[in-house]
């Protein structure tokens, strides 16, 4: 399975020598988790996620046979950080006036 993971995912991206698949067996689910270059992430989730959603689907129904749950996700090495809504206003001076 994590032949054919890396096999989809490298035809997909513009790097595929930094694609790094690992594969976590548990008793009952796999996990398979992707790292790849930051401007190759886009290409693997594809429109509204279609391109990931379309590889899961097949991973799942493939490792069904196999007696075992599959999943497949996207690491990324770096936390994304929710950019800031609020307005920062310049400090008021609070010396009373003479």
Known sequence: MK???EYVVKA???FPNEVDIREID???TVVYELRLN???IGKV???QGRTI???RTLVNGASIKLGKRA???IIEDTP???PSTETSSPPTSSTPST
């Open 3 to 5: 032949t054919f993971i």
């Open 12 to 14: 997909l991206v513009d």
């Open 26 to 28: 548990g008793e009952r």
């Open 38 to 40: 930051k401007t190759d």
């Open 45 to 47: 989730i594809g429109k």
């Open 53 to 55: 959603q379309s590889l």
């Open 71 to 73: 999943m497949v996700e």
């Open 80 to 82: 994304y950080v929710k």
